[in-house]
């Protein structure tokens, strides 16, 4: 019960930084709860790295980071039904996902997962990599990771992340599905794309074990597609494009062609 009230409070979390920025970045546009937790991902992950050029990420730290959105949730009282919703349905998704993760594989253990320790342990280190090769082997990734590593969830922190940003892409991808199928719309690109995405989700990427920090960057260069097919070539649309593309390329520098979206 504690890993599943770790996991929700983690989704709780993101998403109430989500709805932050949404609200100062996009001026409340109109971002589905599943868009709004994807770019309160990407907002959490970029403030561990900015953090990170002062202080180490440590317990301290990431717990007054942790903390911050819910006492403003406090103030504002700004979650409804829908919010509740998607976090019962992430939660469940996230849970399932971790518990089934029965493959031993050897990547977090050489690269990940003792990169993530350095972060808490310790502010920027310039030429990392010159110390052993495998610390190049990283992402921003990491930093979502390392940043939800606090007094109130432990260690299962650095655990979840990962396992949200997936499920939160994924349900954008069956989202925009539903949306397609219960508004009649006539058939459009966008949807074909979705169908096709969520069937390879299902069948490819479905192993928390197997993901490492591929898995979340293709996602995402699959989400900057969607959004792509749905652009009304608006500046908030480029921005989020750039955005996206811009975590994708710190995600894994060989997807740098997610810039030719934006472009």
């Known amino acids: 019960m504690f890993f599943i009230g770790s996991i929700f409070l983690t989704n709780l979390y993101i998403l109430l930084y989500g709805k932050i920025f949404n609200k100062f970045y ?3 546009s109109n971002n589905s709860i ?3 937790a994807i770019l309160g991902s990407i907002f959490v992950a970029f403030l561990g790295l900015l953090i990170n050029f002062l202080f180490p990420l440590n317990k301290i730290i990431n717990s007054i980071i942790f903390l ?6 406090l103030k504002k009282k700004n979650l409804n039904k829908n919010d509740f919703f998607f976090l019962i349905l992430s939660t469940i998704f996230v ?3 971790i518990i089934f993760s029965t493959i031993n594989r050897p990547d977090a253990g050489l690269y990940h997962l003792p990169f993530t320790q350095i972060l808490n342990e310790h502010k920027i280190i310039l030429g990392l990599s010159n110390i052993h090769s495998r610390f190049g082997h990283i992402s921003i990734i990491q930093y979502l990771s390392a940043i939800n590593y606090n007094f109130i969830i432990g260690l299962d922190g650095i655990l979840i992340p990962l396992a949200s940003l997936m499920v939160f892409i994924f349900l954008y991808f ?3 599905i539903y949306k397609f199928i219960n508004n009649n719309y006539n058939f459009d690109l966008n949807y074909f794309f979705c169908l096709l995405v969520v069937m390879f989700i299902c069948y490819k990427i479905n192993r928390f074990s197997g993901f490492g920090n591929d898995a ?4 995402l260069f699959f989400y900057l597609i969607s959004l792509f097919l749905k652009s009304q ?3 908030e649309d480029l921005s989020k494009m ?3 593309a811009t975590y994708i390329f710190l995600s894994k520098i060989t997807l740098i062609l997610s810039f030719a979206f934006p472009i």
């Open 216 to 219: 979340t960057s293709h996602l």
């Open 174 to 176: 069956v989202s925009e």
């Open 95 to 97: 849970y399932f996902i």
């Open 34 to 36: 599943y868009e709004i």
């Open 26 to 28: 996009f001026k409340n």
């Open 68 to 73: 911050i959105p819910f006492f403003l949730l």
């Open 242 to 244: 750039t955005l996206i």
């Open 233 to 235: 070539n608006t500046f």
